[in-house]
């Protein structure tokens, strides 16, 4: 298996509401990525995983709370998020962590909070 | 600061023409560069590498450091290289890639 799968495909959320984005990849990547992509604009790190310890924070608000349960799994909870959270978020993995390896990205969860 | 600029937001040819898609960057260290490619309705993908210096799907990209650049090149385009291109930097002591904005590669016939 050679994919990085996320789910859901989307996701539409009150401001109230909890929900959480999955991300799975089995090719025994050490490394994991969150990233947030606006429309017509690059992906934007958030968060970076390494041997399931979280190793980079960009200064995301703690709204957004991710989670590494094993090597195959990370997740992102969302908790009062707001309209401006609206976006594609982007799952990622690389054999080990550092922009040096190739990053192998999923299709993305495409979230519209109302 | 470290920073990644891709001047043209959208790049218009011809079947056959000869494509670049320019990058320039800005960093103080020692860089390593990265072309990512989208196409339509698929994933982001790695395209090629500077290190490796390889050629991909007829593409290639030279580093200029003296020139800062990281320009990508082809020498006739077909009509399936038509995707958004992103030129990447590795940054952050090197735990991180930072993305350039963009450029919309139509390919037209």
């Known amino acids: 298996d050679t994919e990085v799968t996320q789910t859901p495909k989307h996701l539409v959320m009150g401001m109230t509401n909890k929900k959480s984005l999955k991300c799975e990849q089995h090719?025994?990547?050490?490394?994991m990525y969150w990233y947030k992509q606006k429309a017509k604009k690059p992906p934007e790190l958030m968060f970076v995983y390494s041997y399931e310890k979280l190793s980079i924070n960009e200064s995301v608000p703690s709204r957004f709370s991710p989670e590494c349960p094993n090597s195959s799994l990370l997740n992102l909870h969302l908790h009062a998020l707001q309209p401006e959270d609206s976006a594609l978020y982007l799952c990622a993995s690389s054999q080990d962590s550092g922009g040096f390896y190739e990053q192998y990205f999923g299709p993305g969860t495409r979230l519209t909070v109302t | 600061a470290q920073r990644v600029t891709q001047p043209e937001k959208l790049l218009s040819v011809f079947k056959g023409a000869p494509v670049e898609l320019k990058c320039n960057y800005s960093y103080s260290g020692s860089p390593e560069l990265f072309w990512y490619v989208q196409y339509s309705r698929q994933r982001l993908q790695l395209l090629l590498r500077?290190?490796s210096r390889e050629s991909i799907k007829g593409f290639t990209a030279d580093l200029n450091k003296g020139e800062t650049s990281f320009h990508l090149k082809k020498p006739f385009a077909q009509e399936e290289d038509s995707a958004m291109y992103y030129c990447?930097?590795?940054?952050?002591?090197?735990?991180?890639?930072?993305f350039g904005t963009g450029t919309q590669l139509k390919v037209e016939l």
């Open positions: 500077h290190i």
């Open positions: 990447a930097l590795v940054t952050g002591g090197g735990n991180k890639l930072t």
């Open positions: 090719m025994g990547h050490r490394a």
